[in-house]
């Protein structure tokens, strides 16, 4: 396999425009992920608004929606992408990339609009019809993530798969900024149209529209990337070594790269494909230690990152006008310019910073480097809180607030999207991409509901309305500091470095002079060359 001169012309194409083609098919896919999950937090202010202004509560808390019920939004959402990882990433191996690309991106198309759509005005209504479509949503997020890892590192030559692989998932920071623009934009129109433009005591009836329109507008880049993606032709990979068709791969690459493929269907034939199974005990001797590598490290930084929402309310009451001073269109616009500044000077700098860097000093670096600074953004911020932080929102939280967000995108939030993609073979590569990204969802439920609540202060006086006594902000974070140098430990011992190497040389495990990791060290003799290999 090695020597399929088609695989080997791929991966030594110069780059090219559809290189650059694909990136944006992919990568709106990954934009309109982002947009989707992220737009929820000022849409759940308006809802609150709107459908809790008449709970018999103090004044402080009428208009916000009762906690348990945003975690559910929030985990409903998640526990859809947990889903649609899993299903698509399988879907994606068993009946070719390109098939099941579009059905992920026309569930989020329906899921968006579906969202807008929510039935009936009350509001116990609202929110179960809501809670259903994020979950759809979420499944058809879930189902981009393998299929677009994948695509693109099947089409990118090995000399700059890593940046290709880290432009595609950097579109997300864009999505976040979209997402901000456009709640700031219809917030403001909405406002200045409003008779209530200086009242804040009653939420107008034509709020409810807002909140729909924000959440429709999710389907419009999607729609507009349907058409391309319909286009695309199957990768080269899957067409050669997992249908073993090799002339339609080679007539699939000469329609959309310009690279010399004349004599390869004279000189190359299909390579034998392995037949052990996905559950079997060959898969797990040779690629176990990849994919537990790939989900723990997922799982790991997905716990710490989506945990950023404790922070949330400490930062909105801080630095946002109060919220009882302000209508509800203000104060969605409030919570959205926030958003957009974070994504401005922290986000998505640390996307780029990947782009530049991930094929210079490699993935493993990386990923280290990123757990270890969330390590200690989480440490200096919660050994002291209580003492200092919490009553000092100044410019060094700030610094340190930006910093985790920083390092998790020029770190492990960008490098474990990668690396699944580079290094299982090619009739598994996307199954176990969905099984890292389901992991790494599982850890964001975690992370931004479990250590939500979790955070809450011991002394059952301070506990915030709405929530139940737990360990405290310290204790917390604290936790989520040691579980990023976890992070760190894990991918130094079990995370191979794929940087340099064709897809088809990282799924080759005799390769240990090349690995990094811990457990090359407990091989045997039998497995650092070919020849070993033939007797397991």
Known sequence: MAGLKLLSTLDSARTQLYHFKAIIIAGMGLFTDAYDLFRITPVMKLIGRIYYEDQDIDESQRGTIPPSVVSITVATALIGTVFGNLVFGYCGDRFGRRRVYGSALLIMILSSIGSGFSICRTRKCVITSLCFFRFMLGFGIGGDYPISATIMSEFANKATRGSFIATVFSMQGFGILTSSAVTMLLCGIFNRASESMNKVAQTPDEADLLWRLILMFGAIPAAMTFYWRMLMPETARYTALVEQNIRQAV??????????????????????????????????????????????????????????????????????????????????????????????????????????????????????????????????????????????????????????????????????????????????????????????????????????????????????????????????????????????????????????????????????????????????????????????
């Open 251 to 536: 007539k699939d690459m000469e329609g959309v790269l310009d690279i010399p493929m004349t004599e390869i269907t004279e000189h190359d034939f299909a390579p034998v494909s392995p037949t052990y199974g996905m559950f079997s005990k060959e898969f797990f001797w040779r690629h176990g230690q990849d994919l537990f590598a790939c989900a723990s490290s997922w799982f790991l930084v997905d716990v710490v990152f989506y945990s950023s929402n404790l922070f949330q309310s400490h930062v909105y009451s801080d630095l946002l006008r109060d919220p009882l001073k302000l209508n509800a269109y203000q104060q969605a616009y409030d919570v959205a310019k926030l958003q957009a500044i974070i994504a401005v000077c922290s986000t998505i700098p640390g996307y780029w910073a990947t782009v530049i860097f991930i094929d210079r000093i490699g993935r493993v670096k990386i990923q280290m480097m990123g757990f270890l600074v969330m390590g200690i953004c989480m440490f200096a911020i919660g050994i002291p809180y209580y003492q200092y932080w919490n009553d000092h929102t100044n410019a060094g939280f700030l610094i340190l607030y930006g910093l985790t967000f920083f390092f998790s995108n020029f770190g492990p939030n960008t490098t474990t999207f990668i690396v699944p993609a580079e290094l299982f073979p090619a009739r598994f590569r996307s199954t176990c991409h969905g099984i890292s990204g389901a992991a790494g969802k599982i850890g964001a439920i975690i992370g931004s509901v479990g250590f939500l609540w979790a955070s809450q202060s011991q002394n059952e006086k301070e506990v915030e309305k709405g929530y139940q006594k737990g360990i405290g902000m310290t204790n917390v974070l604290v936790i989520l500091g040691g579980i990023s140098l976890l992070g760190m430990v894990l991918t130094y011992f079990f995370t191979v470095e794929t940087m340099g190497r064709s897809l088809e040389e990282n799924e080759v495990e005799y390769g240990a002079s090349n690995q990094t990791s811990f457990m090359a060290c407990f091989r045997g003799a039998e497995q650092t060359s070919p020849e070993g290999l033939e007797h397991h």
